[in-house]
């Protein structure tokens, strides 16, 4: 069975910094891309930024550019989404989530099968 555990979220104050983690088991980590997500209030699921299987390719959504920083280390099966200069308008909950296909990438996020249960992020002005 697929699983994927979030930390690392929290309130945090404009400018400041959060890292997010997520720990897959059930599937051969290194073969498959990993992505962000975030829902804010009312707002639908958008996505953040994603990271192909071996790490080489990565592609971020408008908003975070510049500003966020999505890794991995497939020794231990976690992906990373530093987030740097946060801004209120980040507030959401974070979901890592697994592409249902080895060796893709795609910001869609029918394009992947297994999410997390999702971590707060806040950020107050």
């Known amino acids: 069975q697929v699983e994927l555990v979030e930390s690392g979220g929290g309130s945090a104050q404009a400018g400041d910094s959060l890292r997010l983690s997520c720990v897959v088991s059930?599937?051969?980590?290194?073969?498959?891309?990993m992505a962000w997500f975030r829902q804010g209030p009312g707002k639908e699921r958008e996505f953040v930024a994603y990271i192909s299987w071996s790490g080489t390719s990565t592609s971020y959504a408008d908003p975070v550019k510049g500003r966020f920083t999505i890794s991995r280390d497939n020794a231990k099966n976690t992906v990373y989404l530093q987030a740097n200069s946060l801004k209120p308008e980040d507030t959401g909950v974070y979901y890592c989530?697994?592409?249902?296909?080895?060796?893709?990438?795609?910001?869609?996020?029918?394009?992947?099968?297994?999410w997390g249960q999702g971590t707060q992020v806040t950020v107050s002005s």
């Open positions: 059930g599937r051969t980590f290194r073969t498959y891309t």
């Open positions: 989530a697994i592409h249902r296909r080895a060796y893709m990438s795609s910001p869609s996020p029918y394009d992947y099968d297994y």
